[in-house]
């Protein structure tokens, strides 16, 4: 049972250009939440979805930033004419269903995005 | 809204030694969830432990434990017989018990260093 997938590990972007970030959740989860990670910085929450539904996404920055999670295929975090202050690492986590509160997720190795 | 603070951003420690990391939070919910993640240089995040707000039983995970103040809103995390491998970011994290799947709350980290 693989863990949760996110790709690619590393991205580079010229300022301007669109950030594509893949997320494949763990089998059998349907809840996935995207984080970010400044240097130095605990992950800060960005969204949350089911599967083709944003159920919270509080977090994200109102321009620019995008997330989906349809019926097939992975999740993806898409982010518009970079800047170099989007430069951070990614992480996703999935969870089963409602009602795991008590788990803290598991989370994926992350997407590492430099712009330069 | 909740906060985690971590006041120590580096901690070290000498091999075989016990260091504790201090973590406090606020918020005004009575019952909610406390973990600590390790997130070593490949940027993995890993689960150490959890806490249940309602049990006063502190978690023990192996060498790893918390010393659970509720009143004091404290979450200190406790790692005898340290080792090289433990060597990491150490996050503090807090989830809201409220129905539906909500998102961890981190602080920003202590940097452990294990000394040979």
């Known amino acids: 049972n693989a863990g949760v997938m996110q790709n690619p590990r590393h991205l580079v972007r010229r300022r301007g250009q669109e950030a594509r970030l893949r997320c494949s959740p763990m089998?059998?989860?349907?809840?996935v939440y995207w984080y970010r990670q400044l240097p130095e910085e605990g992950l800060k929450f960005m969204v949350y979805l089911q599967k083709e539904n944003i159920i919270d996404e509080s977090g994200m920055p109102k321009e620019r930033f995008s997330a989906e999670f349809p019926k097939e295929g992975p999740s993806i975090l898409r982010i518009q004419q970079v800047v170099r202050g989007d430069s951070a690492a990614y992480f996703c986590a999935s969870s089963p269903y409602t009602g795991t509160v008590n788990y803290g997720y598991t989370f994926g190795s992350g997407t590492r995005l430099t712009v330069v | 809204a909740q906060t985690v603070t971590q006041s120590q951003p580096e901690m070290s420690v000498q091999e075989a030694e016990t260091v504790t990391l201090s973590c406090t939070y606020d918020t005004s919910e009575s019952d909610y969830y406390l973990f600590w993640y390790k997130q070593p240089p490949s940027r993995q995040m890993i689960l150490v432990i959890r806490q249940e707000a309602y049990k006063q039983q502190n978690a023990t995970e192996n060498r790893f434990s918390v010393n659970f103040q509720k009143a004091a809103k404290s979450f200190s995390l406790k790692i005898s017989d340290s080792q090289l491998g433990d060597a990491a970011m150490y996050f503090c994290a807090y989830r809201s018990p409220n129905s539906g799947n909500t998102p961890l709350v981190f602080g920003k980290g202590t940097r452990l260093s294990v000394i040979a």
């Open positions: 089998k059998g989860h349907s809840h």
